[in-house]
Nanobody, 122 residues
Framework: QVQLVESGGGLVQAGGSLRLSCAAS????????MGWFRQAPGKEREFVAS????????YSGDSVSGRFTISRDNVKKTVYLQMNSLKPEDTAAYYC???????????????WGQGTQVTVSS
């Protein structure tokens, strides 16, 4: 079994930065894509970014492209989300996710973290 534990969320002013981390425990996630979704109150869960096992293939949602960067360290079994130029509309619970393959699809996620809250004040 695999557990995903997020950290790094918090309160930040608009224009600021945060770095989220997601640490995986349990069996190796070789071949798995990992990444992030987010969900704001009253809204559907939204794709943010994903990265494949080797780190050579990344995808970002349109709303965060150019501001958020995803990376991973397979030795540490950790994926990171560097969030810059944060906006109030980035406020949401951010969930780490993993599934076998090159990218994430919300209906195919095999493992979810419990989420970390990011709040951006204006």
């Amino acid at each position: 079994q695999v557990q995903l534990v997020e950290s790094g969320g918090g309160l930040v002013q608009a224009g600021g930065s945060l770095r989220l981390s997601c640490a995986a425990s349990g069996r190796t996630l070789s071949g798995y894509a990992m990444g992030w979704f987010r969900q704001a109150p009253g809204k559907e869960r939204e794709f943010v970014a994903s990265i494949n096992w080797s780190g050579g293939i990344t995808y970002s949602g349109d709303s965060v492209s150019g501001r958020f960067t995803i990376s991973r360290d397979n030795v540490k079994k950790t994926v990171y989300l560097q969030m810059n130029s944060l906006k109030p509309e980035d406020t949401a619970a951010y969930y780490c996710a993993a599934q076998m393959g090159l990218r994430l699809g919300i209906s195919s996620i095999e493992y979810w973290g419990q989420g970390t809250q990011v709040t951006v004040s204006s």
